[in-house]
């Protein structure tokens, strides 16, 4: 089957005109981008993990002859690859090889488990899956098994480490080339169009299942570009990826690929944990990585307690997908003596940056403003009129790199697009005169758990799965560290008990991602309604933060 542009809702012909003409397409794949900077510094070093390190020509020989390994194994352009590897540098060999193929990577989770793989790779229709042989005990390996056996499309698995017999080894088919220039001339010749998906991402999720969000070659190259000038990346920049790379943000604003176009070097760490990340800092002379607020915080906690001199390098950190509370913020410079870039960022498309030079108080107080030009941003109420600055409202935004609709989800797509193509976030925001962006909160149903996103209907959906619970709502409850963590309020039958651990017990064997099980569970003989009969969020929400309060 082909099914290119089947359930991918494309930007008009006249504004995709207008994208080309101003030059934020440029036309080109995102694979070559890799090629003109391995051109222009071949013996640069490109990527570390640990003691791997990889020059830029040794980079563009490994991703193109993975390329024509990947399609000499049977797979073809625009055939799609769950993606489930923890950093490292197969992740991004993998990644451009299959951009260059024309292979389009489903950039799932480390943390996802049976549940959120099972679905995406259906969806997706998926005909390979590339996973870790065995992470923290979880044999990853045995899971893509399973699958391969259960859906129907999926029918390769490739694994990276110690490989059964029957599965391929992920470092073979990334091994360099016998003939570099043979392939990309070949690859060249069998280039995926500039708008075909180069890849799907997940959102964050406001309705029951994961969606994905497919992006081009051509705005997804104009997102790493347009970032990549706010946080002023040049060929001396050398970044830490830390976050799971997977996520947009350390993917491509600018992150790993921002990094990899401008021809800098990549360090990739498989975690945040402050000692291992401060030790890579200081070795390899990082000037910007990014982090979540909970990270970030650990990183401040961590220096506030060592003291020690190994951040020297670092420039520049970034902070975004969740808020980062103004008291944390202020203490980024003089803890970790870097400046602070907030990013208000999102998978579906627009991104927000403080600029570096921007005065203090909107660094540590606003999440910053559109990277493009081209970004079109409006503020409205809930009848979608325009409100003046200073009044917080919903999000609506369009623009060369937010596309115009989900994957094959027209409901979802009737609900967080307009019919002229706006994408409603979901989120809460003010609008200062200066332009700067506060996010305030959100109106739809998700928990930010530290950065992870998590779908409350999604939740609650598996716990009435359990015959004695009559009504479930997942809320986020507040939390220091993660600002954000997912409590669930039930009613259950009369007579009937339900515990916190039956509900973890069943949501863990159905295979959900550990992020999303529920950690804080309370039982009431009813839950409260607003006036059109809806479970009443606003007020559950108060009441745990009540019950948190008095506890404490
Ligand atoms: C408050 N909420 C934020 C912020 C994201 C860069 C950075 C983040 C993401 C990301 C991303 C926030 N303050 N600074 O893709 O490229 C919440 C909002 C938003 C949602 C998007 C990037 N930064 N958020 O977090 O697709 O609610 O992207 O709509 O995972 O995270 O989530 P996601």
Redesign the pocket.
């Known amino acids: 089957t082909s099914h290119t542009s089947d359930g991918t809702v494309a930007w008009p012909a006249d504004l995709a005109a207008e994208f080309r003409r101003k030059g934020y397409w440029e036309d080109r794949t995102l694979g070559s981008y890799i090629h003109e900077t391995a051109d222009r510094l071949p013996e640069k070093i490109a990527l570390v993990d640990g003691d791997v390190r990889i020059t830029y020509s040794e980079l563009a020989s490994r991703m193109d002859a993975a390329a024509e390994r990947l399609l000499q194994l049977g797979l073809k352009a625009d055939d799609r690859m769950m993606v489930q590897l923890p950093n490292g540098w197969q992740f991004t060999v993998l990644t451009l090889a299959c951009f260059r193929a024309g292979i389009v990577p489903v950039m799932a989770l480390p943390a996802h488990r049976k549940y959120e793989l099972s679905f995406l790779t259906d969806l997706s229709e998926s005909r390979a899956i590339a996973v870790p042989d065995v992470i923290k005990d979880f044999d990853h390996q045995a899971l893509a098994e399973e699958l391969a056996a259960s859906v129907p499309s999926l029918d390769m698995v490739l694994v990276s480490g110690a490989a059964n017999p029957l599965n391929a080894r992920l470092e073979e088919i990334l091994a360099p080339g016998a003939d570099p220039a043979g392939a990309r001339t070949r690859l060249d010749a069998s280039a995926p169009s500039p708008d075909a998906p180069a890849l799907f ?4 999720g406001t309705t029951g299942l994961p969606k994905l ?1 497919t992006r081009t070659h051509n705005d997804y190259a104009y ?1 790493i570009k347009a ?1 990549s000038v706010p946080t002023n990346v040049t060929e001396d920049t050398v970044y830490l990826g830390t976050l799971p790379a997977s ?3 350390p ?3 600018p ?1 790993i690929l921002g990094i990899l176009f401008a021809g800098g070097r990549v360090v990739m760490l498989p975690g945040p944990e402050p000692r291992k990340a401060f030790a890579a800092i200081e070795r390899e002379g990082v000037t910007l990585s ?1 982090a ?2 909970a990270v970030a915080q650990r990183w401040i906690e961590h220096q506030e307690e060592t003291g020690g001199n190994q951040l020297a390098s670092l420039e520049v950190i ?7 509370p103004d008291e944390i913020a202020r203490k980024v410079k003089p803890v970790l003596g870097s400046t602070l870039q ?7 498309g627009l ?2 940056v403080t600029r570096l030079d921007d005065p203090e108080d909107v660094i540590c107080t606003t ?2 403003r559109p990277v493009s030009e081209a970004d079109e941003v409006r503020i409205v109420d809930e009848a979608g009129n325009d409100l003046p600055d200073g009044v917080p409202g919903s999000i609506l935004t369009r623009g060369p790199y937010t596309p115009r609709g989900y994957y094959r989800a027209p409901e979802a797509n009737a609900r967080a697009f307009t019919p002229d193509g706006w994408y409603a ?3 809460i925001v003010e609008r200062r005169p200066d332009g700067n962006l506060i ?1 305030q909160g ?1 109106d ?1 149903d ?1 928990i ?1 758990r530290g ?3 998590i779908s409350a209907e999604e939740i609650e959906s598996l716990v009435y799965r359990i015959e004695d619970v009559t009504m479930a709502a997942a809320i986020a409850m507040p939390d220091e560290v993660l600002g954000e963590k997912l409590c669930l309020y039930i009613t259950v039958k009369p007579g009937a008990e339900v515990t916190l651990e039956q509900i973890q017990t069943l949501l863990h064997e159905t295979g959900v991602a550990a992020f999303k099980i529920p950690e804080h569970l309370v039982v009431v003989d009813e839950l409260p309604a607003t006036k059109v009969g809806k479970i009443n969020k606003k007020e559950l929400r108060a009441d745990i933060a009540e019950r948190l309060a008095s506890a404490s």
């Open positions: 991402l997940l959102s964050g969000i997102n970032t996520h947009n943000f993917l491509a604003c992150g990014a979540v607020p970034q902070v975004g997908g969740s808020r980062l907030q990013v208000f960022g999102m998978a579906e991104i927000n999440q910053g976030s979901g989120d996010v959100r739809k998700m930010n950065g992870e996103k």
